[in-house]
């Protein structure tokens, strides 16, 4: 049997620094494909010929598979070893990025961003568990997740540009193509410098995988075809309904299973139970703010692909200088305090972008409350993440890493989905062209706010005041 890295706080056989750089760059890559196709949305529409409502499926193809599976990925770098799901999901994702760029139907784009989103599903919580089991709790792991929490920025900030400029001088499709050359170097570094931790006796819970998927999937196609359709359709609600009793099915199923991919141990703690419910409301809500900002600069300002991805740095070098200072931060105002802050000023910033109409400037209506997202993002990811984790048991670090990715993706494709319909239901009314576009797109960041409000909420009464309490 290989000695787990669980074992120790760093396996003899590697240093902490190749080991951080390969968890960082893969994760880097996987924040990398959601962003790089923000940019080239409109140019993906136009040339598969989405509509508005479909092409939010982009983002939530990915978004689903990779949240509902995420839990059975970290439940399977527990049984089977966390650096062989790790390289596993790096070949799926690769392949599938490849598939993605050489699409030539909706269809097809859309099934090879779902299978990417199971590799990254199987990728992604084998970065987390990894850097749980590699860098003990305290300054050393904060730290090393601030950089896991700047890495966020960088891959926006990267992948916005990028897009950006491909969609602009090349193809949006030669933003997955950069896939391969990155896929293939991270799984050669994995197989020399990360050992194997140590395989445990487990079944899957499957039922619970398939009911956590479907249900989610269900909730966001019946959000985005009551959008489509007006709530004029029986089969939008059949499918609310059916997403409703799938993912109470999914609670049920956890309490009753004897090894559980969701152990309902990890709400016991109001911290936790905080985090995940916020992470939920506050990735609904950023999700839409990157989905409908590239609309608002594209359709109503008349930016380019490539001028709107530059137009996105006073959000994303903000997010990054913010998560860079997480570390020092949080030793000095605490990790409540700090994540209660950082999502004050994103709620700040999200109510000022939502006075947007179509004679809002870029600088004063656009960039300016950007500059509060982004510092506000930046400062509330890594504090998540370590509220996410805080106190669990090391054979429960899998678990908790894939929940807490889990509700990062499904609060994304969720919101956008709810976002979608506010959007859809601001479209009435005397306005046309410019105009009305930007009254919808007015609507959505405003019910993007209420949520960052919840998320404030719920964050001062489940984190910050009993921690004052106590």
Known sequence: MNTSTAALPLDARTSQAPVLAIILISYLMIVLDISIVIT????????????????????????????????????????????????????????????????????????????????????????????????????????????????????????LVLGGIFADALSWRVGFFVNLPIGVALMLGARRYLTETERRPGRFDVAGAISSTLGMTALVYGLVRFAATGGHDALAFTALAAGVLLLAYLVFNEWRAPQPIMPLRLFASRERAGAYAARVLFLGAMVGFWFFTTQFMQGVLGFSPFAAGVAFLPTTLPNFAAALAVPKLTQRFGNGRLLAGGLALALIGMAWLAQVSADTSYLIGVALPMVMIGIGQGATLSPLTVAGIAGVAREDAGAASGLV????????????????????????????????????????????????????????LLIVLPRKAA
């Open 405 to 460: 990715n889990a509700a990062h993706q499904l609060g994304g494709s969720l919101g956008l989905g709810v976002l979608v319909v506010v959007f859809a239901a601001a479209g009435g009314g005397a306005l046309e062209g410019h105009a009305l576009l930007a009254h919808q797109i007015s609507a959505a960041f405003t019910a993007g706010a209420v949520m960052l409000a919840l998320a404030l909420v719920l964050v001062m």
């Open 40 to 159: 080239g949305l409109p140019k993906i529409r136009d040339s598969l010929h989405f509509s508005t409502a479909e092409l939010s499926w982009v983002q939530n193809a990915y978004t689903l598979a990779f949240g509902g599976l995420l839990l059975l990925g970290a439940r399977a770098g527990d049984i089977l070893g966390r650096r062989r799901m790790f390289i596993a999901g790096l070949g799926l994702f690769t392949v599938a990025s490849f598939s993605i760029g050489i699409a030539q139907s909706p269809a097809w784009l859309l099934s090879a961003r779902a299978i990417q989103g199971v590799g990254a599903a199987i990728l992604a919580p084998s970065t987390l568990a990894l850097l749980s089991t590699n860098f003990a709790e305290g300054q050393e792991r904060t730290r090393a997740i601030g950089y896991y929490g700047a890495t966020a920025g960088i891959g926006a900030s990267l992948g």
